[in-house]
């Protein structure tokens, strides 16, 4: 059974980058029916979704968070990465990744990390 | 791009009641829409995906319908594990999520 584990620092300065990493265990990152997703919810708001990558390195991102956001994946690693520039205060949240299994006519978050509390601060 | 709606934003209902959420995309997104139930301090689980599919595991007592820009969400009876906010995601274009709907018992 496939699992995700979010890491990277819980504290960020304002204006400084955001990184996190997802590691995948229990199965390779390289499923061809995955791409792989971050998606963020501050506290006490709802789910916004970051962007996505596939093991081919094609991204999609969100638009209103696209100039800021880069995803990427290191295979040999069995890992996927956020990183996220200019961070202010609007940042922090919850950062979840997530397995989102695509096919003709379907696509869901059907795996999800534990999620990783990040604050921007000074 | 695509918004979604839903209603009500919470509710409160007694164990054994029938539970309705709806969620309205603001356009056709086709039967691309997917419910999932977060539980305090969690990860959102899935729960419905195509509009109407149950998700392997997840109990008979979930369903969903709709298509177009029109969808519910119903919990049969509603039962003390169901306390969670429910969130719908739209996955036509590129992926939005609901504002969300928190289930409480009375």
């Known amino acids: 059974q496939v699992q995700l584990q979010e890491s990277g620092p819980g504290l960020v300065k304002p204006s400084q980058t955001l990184s996190l990493t997802c590691t995948v265990s229990?199965?390779?990152?390289?499923?061809?029916?995955?791409?792989w997703s971050w998606i963020r919810q501050p506290a006490g708001k709802g789910l916004e979704w970051i962007g996505r990558?596939?093991?081919?390195?094609?991204?999609n991102y969100n638009p209103s968070l696209k100039s800021r956001v880069t995803i990427s994946v290191d295979t040999s690693k069995n890992q996927f990465s956020l990183k996220l520039s200019s961070v202010t205060a609007a940042d922090t949240a919850v950062y979840y990744c997530a397995g989102l299994l695509w096919g003709v006519g379907y696509g869901a978050f059907d795996i999800w990390g534990q999620g990783t509390m990040v604050t921007v601060s000074s | 791009d695509i918004q979604m709606t839903q209603s009500p934003s919470s509710l409160s209902a007694s164990v054994g009641d029938r539970v309705t959420i709806t969620c309205q995309a603001s356009q056709d997104i086709s039967n691309y829409l997917n419910w999932y139930q977060q539980k305090p301090g969690k990860a959102p689980k899935l729960l419905i995906y195509?509009?109407?599919n149950l998700e392997t595991g997840v109990p008979s007592r979930f369903s969903g319908s709709g298509s177009g820009t029109d969808f519910t969400f119903t919990i049969s009876s509603l039962q003390p594990e169901d306390i969670a906010t429910y969130y719908c995601q739209q996955y036509d274009n590129l992926f939005t999520f609901g504002p969300g709907t928190k289930v409480d018992i009375k």
């Open positions: 195509d509009a109407s």
């Open positions: 990558i596939y093991t081919s390195g094609s991204t």
């Open positions: 229990g199965g390779s990152i390289s499923s061809g029916s995955y791409y």
